[in-house]
């Protein structure tokens, strides 16, 4: 590749305030050909709200557009110009828009280099007084409440604190599930990051409390590590699958009441059990 090709640079923007934009981000930001974007509007915004005057032009990046817009943009790369890649708000590609335009160009051999800063996952991780190490990241959770339980039953068995983004209509449904799988862990929902109206909010997961109205946006949620380090066991669950179908009931009451006494497995895998072993209910 030649050494005048381009550099694709990935430049993380403030949360809410405009001071966390570092000086080397204005740099680039200033500097780039072109500044891609989910949300050009958004962008304009916060280049008047950090002071940047916008001297590129802001191109749309999102996943129904990427794919294809990785030719044009590889061809621009080419051509010697530099290309930055923002967020709405914190760090490109988690759970933005962005993994596969770096992967071609790692495999164009074309510079890729990040320009870090603001983050909200971390922000939210390193303000919450939950265990730091180890955490994982889960993104947005898939919208489909169906899924919910079998995403959390994947990471049940890990001894972290887990992190996703969720939006206030879906949250309570998502502590729901999270707390059919996963037992009791403390939460901590992040609202508001580096804004004036930042919240910490604190609650046993198996207990949540009415939210408020004033939670609006994408939430930050926190999931510390289990309280109890282990799946139960399939012998431990199929004795109370059992026991609870001694005390009588339907299909769904059974499972229900299994479903405490399961840490770490899904409502489709007690079902799951059920049928392996002929239990008719």
């Not at 570092?22 to 050009?40: F, G, K, M, Q």
């Not at 988690?94 to 909200?120: H, I, M, N, T």
């Not at 994947?154 to 604190?161: C, E, F, G, N, P």
């Not at 983004?165 to 037992?183: I, P, Q, Y």
């Amino acid at each position: 590749m030649s050494l005048n090709s381009g550099t694709l640079w990935i430049v993380a923007t403030p949360l809410g305030n405009p001071g966390d934009l570092s000086p080397r981000a204005r740099e680039i930001l200033a500097t780039a050909h072109a500044v891609l974007t989910e949300d050009t509007r958004r962008a304009g915004l916060l280049f008047a709200r950090c002071g940047l005057a916008l001297h590129a032009p802001l191109l749309s990046f999102h996943d129904h557009n990427e794919k294809e817009r990785l030719f044009p943009l590889l061809e621009e790369l080419r051509l010697g110009r530099d290309l930055a890649l923002i967020s709405d708000a914190g760090t490109p590609l988690l759970s933005d828009p962005g993994y596969r335009l770096v992967r071609a160009c790692r495999a164009e051999g074309f510079r890729v280099s990040p320009v870090p800063g603001p983050s909200a996952p971390l922000a939210a991780l390193c303000a919450s007084g939950l265990p730091p190490l180890p955490f994982v990241f889960l993104g947005f959770l898939p919208r489909k409440n169906s899924e919910h339980e079998a995403l959390f039953a994947s990471y049940a068995h890990l001894d972290a604190t887990l992190i996703f983004f969720e939006r206030k209509n879906r949250l309570l449904a998502s502590l729901l599930a999270a707390a059919t799988v996963l037992g009791r862990r403390q939460v901590c929902l992040a609202r508001e990051l580096t804004k004036t109206h930042e919240e910490f909010l604190f609650f046993p997961l198996d207990s949540p409390p009415a939210l408020s109205d004033g939670l609006r946006g994408e939430i930050t949620v926190l999931l510390g590590p289990p309280e109890e380090k282990e799946r139960a066991s399939r012998e431990a669950v199929l004795a109370r699958i059992v026991r609870e179908i001694d005390l009588g009931g339907k299909a769904r009451e059974v499972i229900r009441r299994v479903r405490p006494h399961a840490r770490g497995w899904s409502s489709k895998e007690i079902y799951d059990l059920v049928r392996s072993r002929a239990i008719s209910l």
